[in-house]
């Protein structure tokens, strides 16, 4: 396990190296500045402003000048608000983030799993039949499909709830079922179909002749077999929900990473996108290794050992 721990570390160290690396250089190949407006800036100032942020160097002391930043945790200085650091751009969208994409997690495990699993035990009937019609929807609906519509129908028409911002708890509840409904549904089929797969395994036959209560075969033999492939797409899920959604978070005008992010795009805040980007990408990977030590708790067959080189 540890030796499995320590490769799984280097790679992912590696990885992220990577993705400082492209990212570094794909936003320097962008044409124009992060300073470029429609206003045309006086030579002088322009220059004051590239050395102040070191953007006169050679683009490869730029870059190793990055690195250096990096490995002391620090993301650099905002392009576009003068005196804010990207770390703190993040920390101060972080809470809002969380908030939501917990609570949308959440949903998706607290009604996923359970649907799923009255699909499957109900099989070509009514409730198998009405949970894939609502799931089916769920999924090809987009988000912002299903924001702009909950938006305009219980916020602007009903009133029943503020349409941007979360000073009021009630602005909780769409920003969650925008975020969430997709994978609702998706956690919901993936879960059916799994545990369909599951019950019709020789050992399930097999726990059934032996004269197991239904309630212990399939807590103990078939839940538990069918959850590997669900828990593979959920580490990545949650990382997705909890890092932000740029697009709900723009339509709800949420102060978190996901619109910090839209706007750095918008503002060409190069150091906040990159910021974001390996931040994001750091989540991903943390949460891909939870995962596989998952495996192993649900599945005793499972070793992790090291790849040999």
Known sequence: MVGYLAQRLGMMALTLFGIITLTFFLMHAVPGGPFVSERMMAPEISAAINAKYGLDLPI???????LGSIARFDLGPSFKYPGVSVNEMIASGLPVTLQVGLLSV???VALGLPLGIVAALNRNRWPDTTVMFIATLGVAIPS???ATVSLYVFALKLGWVPTF????WRGYFLPVFALSGFWISFVARLTRSSLLETL???YMTTARAK???RGQILIKHGLRNS??????VIGPVIANLVTGSFVIEQIFALPGIGRQFVLSITNRDYTAIMGITIFYAAILMVMILIVDLLYVWLDPRIKLTRVAA
């Open 60 to 66: 490869w002391q730029q870059y190793l000048n990055y």
């Open 200 to 202: 019709q395994q020789d």
């Open 144 to 146: 912002y499909v299903i």
């Open 106 to 108: 959440i949903c998706v």
């Open 165 to 168: 911002g979360l000073d009021d």
């Open 211 to 213: 004269g197991l209560r």
């Open 227 to 232: 959850l590997l492939p669900v828990v593979t």
